[in-house]
């Protein structure tokens, strides 16, 4: 079963720091990267999304790298403030109908 | 704009009972529509995704099961809850048009007892 590996599982980063949050994949054919944002008992959100033709999008402070060889891709939240504070999941487009497979997420929390 | 609609918000079930959750949207026709669970603390599993009306798949073998009587509104329905059932459950469209976006309602906290 195709597999999208997350890490780390959790984070925390001083306010104004970079927080960073990477996945892996295995299967080269996916080309839809999104990242979503859950704050608790919220359903989560799309925050930013790439397609392989590109190796960076920027929106905000939000980044998402991609290295299609390494078969990876990043989140990177600039300037982190509290409320960054969330869990974020990271996917990648399933095998059909449009489904989405998912990382295990990473909570991450910014001190102030 | 599209919305998703999820009731109840919260709901607290006797083991052995029956569940009914339902999940409508507004603002899109003939969307793909999913049902989610989440543990606590824990990521998202798919439990059913639907392409049509009547049309469900599904995703990981359980007493749960899922319906879609018309074209924007899944039904989660189970005759005998189990306390493994607790979770937050998040139902979730994607449009037409070759569109992987997936968008969330705000999800029923089911606790069973």
């Known amino acids: 079963q195709q597999q999208v590996k997350q890490s780390p599982q959790s984070l925390i980063v001083q306010k104004g720091g970079i927080s960073i949050i990477n996945c892996a994949y295995e299967?080269?054919?996916?080309?839809?990267f999104p990242w979503y944002q859950q704050f608790p008992g919220k359903g989560p959100a799309l925050l930013i999304a790439?397609?392989?033709d590109v190796s960076e999008k920027k929106e905000g402070r939000f980044t998402i790298s991609f290295n299609k060889s390494a078969k990876q891709f990043s989140l990177h939240i600039m300037d982190s403030q509290p409320g960054d504070s969330a869990t974020y999941f990271c996917?990648?487009?399933?095998?059909?109908?449009?489904?989405?497979?998912w990382g295990a997420g990473t909570k991450l929390i910014i001190k102030p | 704009s599209q919305t998703i609609h999820q009731w109840p918000a919260t709901l607290v079930q006797p083991v052995g009972s029956p569940l009914s959750l339902e999940c409508t949207v507004e603002?899109?026709?003939?969307?793909?529509l999913y049902w989610y669970r989440q543990a606590a603390g824990r990521g998202l599993q798919l439990l059913f995704y639907?392409?049509?009306?009547?049309?469900i798949s599904s995703e990981v073998p359980q007493n749960l099961s899922a319906s879609r009587p018309q074209d924007r509104q899944f039904i989660l329905s189970s005759k005998k809850l189990l306390l493994s059932d607790s979770g937050f459950y998040l139902c979730?469209?994607?449009?037409?048009?070759?569109?992987?976006?997936?968008?969330f309602g705000p999800g029923t906290r089911l606790t069973v007892t």
């Open positions: 299967n080269t054919a996916f080309d839809y």
């Open positions: 790439i397609r392989p």
């Open positions: 996917a990648v487009e399933g095998h059909s109908n449009y489904q989405l497979i």
């Open positions: 603002g899109t026709s003939n969307p793909n």
């Open positions: 639907s392409v049509g009306i009547g049309q």
């Open positions: 979730a469209l994607s449009g037409q048009g070759g569109s992987y976006e997936q968008y």
